[in-house]
């Protein structure tokens, strides 16, 4: 399965910007979507999810009250909304899926099968 990440770009410190995810060939509201982000010379770190069951969703304490996920799952896509960027939110924006994750695992990196190829957010000061 091939994950599509895309929206990313150059914006400014208190801009917003939204990032989406499309997983052809798989049925995102059976899927756990989770969304990881690497910046340079720094390991690859949770950001946000959404479980498959009832759609409850996790954030990153550093992304809480800014970030915003959600699907739509009549077009197979995953968002994310994030707004009031600031410099150390620059990444590479990587979304992942999953079937079979349970809920305690949702913020592990390796608890995801399916990657996609990442999308570029950078924000100047």
């Known amino acids: 399965v091939q994950l599509q990440a895309s929206g990313g770009g150059l914006v400014q410190a208190g801009d917003s910007l939204r990032l989406s995810c499309i997983a052809p060939?798989?049925?995102?509201?059976?899927?756990?979507m989770g969304w990881f982000r690497q910046a340079p010379e720094k390991e690859r770190e949770f950001v946000a999810a959404i479980f498959r069951s009832g759609g409850t969703t996790r954030y990153a304490d550093s992304v809480k009250g800014r970030f915003t996920l959600s699907r739509d799952n009549a077009k197979n896509t995953v968002y994310l909304q994030m707004n009031s960027l600031k410099p150390e939110d620059t990444a590479i924006y990587y979304c992942a899926a999953d079937g079979s994750i349970i809920m305690s695992s949702m913020a592990v990196r390796n608890a995801y099968a399916y990657w996609g190829q990442g999308t570029l957010v950078t924000v100047s000061s």
């Open positions: 060939g798989r049925t995102i509201d059976s899927s756990d």
